[in-house]
């Protein structure tokens, strides 16, 4: 994401499913860029343009200055569409670790969730890994501007299953209390 600027929703998807062909736990991938709140109606027409019908950004704000932080790219779609546009800064958890995850420069997971796209109960979390680029300024010093989040879906209850399958066995030690 952060060497292709122009990431369209065909070069994303062909990248998702290449990475989830040998990991079976990640339910989805998605890019959630970082906009202030004034550019809300011009990323809702992105979207719309880039699905072919009227999306909006779904979630306000939890204050008044915090940014929105939105699903703009998601793949598969399918079983995944109802994320798209949602604002995951809405959510006081996810924004905590979204939160968390800028200021420690490293990916960050959240607690067990509900996932938003998901019509039954389907525990599983999102691990957000910021996006960051560099910007030089003139005195040669660098620094880095926060572009979003790529994110990984990932389900709880296949990643206790592979954990205990036993081609797998010898990966882990297990402390069950």
């Not at 952060?2 to 736990?25: A, D, H, I, K, W």
């Not at 940014?67 to 798209?84: D, H, Q, R, T, Y």
């Amino acid at each position: 994401i952060q060497s292709t600027p122009g990431m369209n929703r065909e070069v994303f998807s062909n990248f998702v499913n290449t990475l989830m062909q040998s990991q079976s736990t990640i339910k989805a991938m998605s890019w959630n860029p970082i906009i202030s709140l004034e550019n809300r109606l011009e990323a809702e027409e992105e979207l719309s343009a880039i699905y072919g019908k009227p999306i909006t950004i779904r979630g306000e704000p939890l204050k008044g200055d915090d940014p929105i932080v939105f699903v703009k790219l998601i793949s598969p779609e399918e079983g995944n569409s109802k994320a798209i546009g949602f604002n995951v800064y809405s959510n006081s958890e996810r924004k905590e670790t979204l939160n968390t995850a800028q200021t420690l420069f490293q990916p960050q997971a959240t607690p067990i969730i509900k996932l938003v796209q998901s019509n039954s109960q389907e525990p599983a979390y999102l691990l957000f890994f910021p996006v960051f680029r560099p910007l030089n300024d003139n005195a040669g010093s660098s620094s880095k501007i926060l572009m979003g989040y790529a994110t990984g879906v990932f389900l709880a209850e296949k990643m206790i299953q592979r954990a205990f399958n036993l081609d797998e066995s010898q990966l882990f030690k297990y402390e069950i209390y």
